[in-house]
T-cell receptor
Framework: GENVEQHPSTLSVQEGDSAVIKCTYS??????FPWYKQELGKRPQLIID?????GEKKDQRIAVTLNKTAKHFSLHITETQPEDSAVYFCAASKGSGGYNKLIFGAGTRLAVHP | NAGVTQTPKFQVLKTGQSMTLQCAQDMNHNSMYWYRQDPGMGLRLIYY???????DKGEVPNGYNVSRLNKREFSLRLESAAPSQTSVYFCASNRNRGWETQYFGPGTRLLVL
């Protein structure tokens, strides 16, 4: 079955710097790759996603890139702010049929220091 | 809209006790999911229900049962709790389509002694 590996497990940056989180997946049939942000004690919330027919997607300070050949995708956060501090999860899915089973990475704890 | 709600928020059980975690959504979603979250292991799928009346196993179904009571409600039951089931449990839902966002509930923190 699908396996998603996420690196690094922790990331510490200064406010204003960029942060990059990388994920690799094993199933070449996966075609949907969302990123979730989870603040301490809160529920995971989708921040951006990308489908396999797109190589890059941006939303203000957040961007995601996908390399299908290498089976990896990355989250890029520019001009980081203290409120970006959270745990970020990548996930992959084949999106088969009428529902999608998401396989999550282990998470990256991002700390943004003022 | 309340979105996805879960009860209880926190529960302490003794080994061997049983309990049911409740989940409800008011977004008219067809698909619902139960995950557990353990430190350093991300979110792992326990069971899911693609539509009312259907349920299927996820990655870690052992020790759990589920019931899709109606379109709105999806419950998770621990028949005989074990310390290994200490975790945070999240319910999620989305529309019955492959590339739809999953919306998560606030979670239930379960401690099994």
């Amino acid at each position: 079955g699908e396996n998603v590996e996420q690196h690094p497990s922790t990331l510490s940056v200064q406010e204003g710097d960029s942060a990059v989180i990388k994920c690799t997946y094993s199933d070449s049939a996966s075609n949907y790759f969302p990123w979730y942000k989870q603040e301490l004690g809160k529920r995971p919330q989708l921040i951006i996603d990308i489908r396999s027919n797109v190589g890059e997607k941006k939303d203000q300070r957040i961007a995601v890139t996908l390399n299908k050949t290498a089976k990896h995708f990355s989250l890029h956060i520019t001009e980081t702010q203290p409120e970006d501090s959270a745990v970020y999860f990548c996930a992959a899915s084949k999106g088969s049929g009428g529902y999608n089973k998401l396989i999550f990475g282990a998470g990256t704890r991002l700390a943004v220091h003022p | 809209n309340a979105g996805v709600t879960q009860t209880p928020k926190f529960q302490v059980l003794k080994t061997g006790q049983s309990m049911t975690l409740q989940c409800a959504q008011d977004m008219n979603h067809n698909s619902m999911y139960w995950y557990r979250q353990d430190p350093g292991m991300g979110l792992r799928l326990i069971y899911y229900s693609a539509s009312e009346g259907t349920t299927d196993k996820g990655e870690v179904p052992n020790g759990y049962n589920v019931s899709r009571l109606n379109k709105r409600e999806f419950s998770l039951r621990l028949e005989s709790a074990a310390p290994s089931q200490t975790s945070v449990y999240f319910c999620a839902s989305n529309r019955n389509r492959g590339w739809e966002t999953q919306y998560f509930g606030p979670g239930t923190r379960l401690l099994v002694l």
